[in-house]
């Protein structure tokens, strides 16, 4: 499985972003997909993680009611919307897959596969 992600960039507070994880694979739909970030600093947290079974997704309560996280199976990608963001939501921000078509790992070390990483930094 190989990850592409894309879409971060500069946003003032209170914008928005969508981040792109672009996968490819023939082994893609035996996992979940999530979402991480990491700070300057901070361990990497999980954000929001999307499940090939049925699409259930989970978030962090940093992050609930703010982003979401869909998916399009026929261009096998997912999607972070990210709205009303915060000076605190700034870090790399990874997708990655792992676990498996039901279940989603909120730890990072279950997770197989990552992608290169996209910057999002919010400004005050």
């Known amino acids: 499985v190989q990850l592409q992600a894309s879409g971060g960039g500069l946003v003032q507070a209170g914008g928005s972003l969508r981040l792109s994880c672009a996968a490819s694979g023939r082994a893609f739909s035996s996992y979940a997909i999530a979402w991480f970030r990491q700070a300057p600093g901070k361990e990497r947290e999980f954000v929001a993680g999307?499940?090939?079974?049925?699409?259930?997704?989970y978030y962090a309560d940093s992050v609930k009611g703010r982003f979401t996280i869909s998916r399009d199976n026929a261009k096998n990608t997912r999607y972070l919307q990210m709205n009303s963001l915060k000076p605190e939501d700034t870090a790399v921000y990874y997708c990655a897959a792992g676990g498996s078509r039901w279940y989603v790992p909120t730890r990072g070390g279950d997770y197989d596969y990552w992608g290169q990483g996209t910057q999002v930094t919010v400004s005050s």
């Open positions: 999307i499940n090939w079974g049925d699409g259930s997704t």
